[in-house]
């Protein structure tokens, strides 16, 4: 048998080579070493991170024609070539090297390919803490545009990886606004969330159980709008609202909310009944944004003295005030402390929250109003509870409005929401608070595709540390719309 010779032309071969080489990722060669730090976005250089967290999945800005990253630490690595600027690791190879450098330093070198040169930029570093942060969070997705609400969801999202899903959509409850998915303490068997509106409701979780709730009697001013729950979870401490949204005059400013008027009470989520104090809900001032302290033995709230609406605006000034309530009896006691005084400190404050283990309460703060997230420069600020003394957080607060925040479990983590990039847009960030209470550079929410906050058109609102996954999803919310709701009675 003849066997007919295999005749391949220079085409042919040249076709073939050129597959093989466009398909290779060019490995760096005869790099230029620059004293500069990578110009990699989302910004993870020199930060504190949990062992937990997700692939921190970044790009090289610039015409970048390929990167090569490389993670090392006690003798481990992991590498990354890609053509184009994005670096993603593979998830299963982070969390071994993540096991591996708890508690340790990870170093961090990242190489270019750019018009042809390669460099390699100055080595950064993460530090790994042992401290954990809960394993997921949920935020309201919503437009920032000059409408109160439009398509909006309210999303839950797993740290330790990429999984994200609806908890409550816009496309299953009518297109209401909804305010934040809130947790007792934390856990996910027991949580709230609000949806206005008529027909609409306060839905508590009770373990996947979800029942709606009227939590409005005679006498308020609206339905519940901010709220947190005690240490048992039987009770609730929330604000009535009036809202009024306002255009500025001004180009620079966009646009004002404020309350025309607001109170505090306390619901009793076994018996359905309402607690109501003279010191929290009179004509006297405008109360709002009220939680419990982690042993439940006090409300924090902020206080304003009432003033000419909405002429007056930029002379109303909240401050940081407290109450003791008794959990044993259900009753509010009778003396305000002021730890904040607005009119002294020329600045209003909003969303007090305390940490778990007592020591801290972080609250934001800005030149006037309660609605900061349109202001430039609102910034958080930490109380020590126990020496008194004020931590502006100038590692943690940026240029642009820096608001809503949420402990961890642990009181090791802050995440807030912050519009640093672009004045616009708010994304969740995380920053560490050690032992002495120093709060360290926060980092942006990682996403699998780094590329994802250049073309999301949403806003990442009032995010909540969760230490567990929800039992119930969007349907279960919708479902629960739909049934009768349960009234309270003074």
Not at 38 to 52: A, K, M, S
Not at 102 to 129: E, I
Request: proline share 5%.
């Amino acid at each position: 048998m003849k066997h007919r010779p295999i005749i391949y032309s220079m085409m042919a071969v040249v076709a073939v080579l050129t597959a093989m080489l466009t398909g290779c990722t060019p490995t760096p060669e005869n790099a230029t070493q620059s004293n500069s730090l990578p110009p990699i976005y989302p910004d993870y250089t020199e930060i504190t991170i949990p062992c937990n967290i997700a692939p921190l999945n970044f790009v090289v800005r610039g015409e970048v024609e390929a990167v090569e990253a490389k993670v090392s630490c006690q003798g481990e690595e992991l590498v990354v070539n890609a053509k184009g600027d994005a670096v993603c690791f593979d998830q299963d190879k982070w969390k071994a090297l993540m096991l591996k450098a708890t508690g340790n330093q990870v170093k961090v070198s990242v190489t270019a390919l750019k018009n042809g040169r390669w460099t390699t930029y100055r080595s950064f570093g993460w530090d790994v803490v042992t401290d954990s942060i809960d394993s997921h969070l949920t935020y309201r997705l919503i437009e920032p545009d000059y409408e109160i609400y439009q398509n909006l969801t309210l999303q839950e999202r797993c740290l330790e990886n990429f999984d994200e899903r609806s908890i409550s959509h816009y496309g299953l409850v009518g297109n209401r606004c909804m305010n934040c998915h809130t947790y007792a303490n934390r856990q996910p068997g027991l949580s709230m969330l609000y949806v206005r509106g008529e027909g609409g409701g306060a839905i508590l979780n009770r373990n996947g159980q979800l029942t709606k709730l009227n939590i409005k009697t005679d006498g308020m001013v609206s339905g519940s709008v901010y709220f947190g729950f005690s240490k048992s979870g039987r009770y609730i401490t929330f604000s009535t609202n009036v809202i009024i949204p306002a255009f500025h005059a001004m180009p620079s400013k966009r646009l004002e909310v404020f309350d025309r008027t607001s109170d505090v009470y306390v619901a009793d989520l076994e018996t359905n009944t309402i607690i109501s104090s003279a010191q929290l809900s009179d004509s006297l001032a405008f109360e709002t944004f009220p939680t419990f302290s982690p042993d439940g033995k006090y409300i924090y709230f902020c206080s304003a003295p009432p003033t000419k609406l909405p002429d007056g605006l930029k002379e109303m000034r909240y401050s940081l005030c407290r109450i003791a309530f008794d959990e044993n009896t259900g009753t509010i006691g009778t003396e305000v402390d002021t730890l904040f005084n607005a009119r002294e400190k020329g600045l209003s404050v909003c969303h007090p929250r305390v940490s778990p283990d007592g020591r801290h309460l972080v609250f934001t703060v800005a030149d006037y109003g309660t609605f900061p997230i349109w202001h430039q420069e609102s910034d958080l600020r930490m109380l020590n509870l126990q020496t008194g003394e004020t931590d502006e957080m100038r590692l943690v607060n940026s240029a642009k409005s820096d608001t809503y925040h949420s402990w961890s479990s642990n009181s090791r983590w802050l995440v807030f929401a912050s519009k640093r990039d672009d004045g616009l847009y708010g994304k969740p960030y995380f920053c560490y608070v050690d032992r002495l209470g120093k709060a360290h550079k926060p980092f942006v929410l990682p996403q699998e595709d780094p590329h994802f906050y250049d073309y999301n058109l949403k806003s990442f609102n009032a995010p909540e540390l969760g230490n567990g996954r929800l039992p119930f999803d969007a349907k279960d919310v919708k479902d629960a719309l739909e049934g009768q709701a349960m009234d309270f009675k003074n």
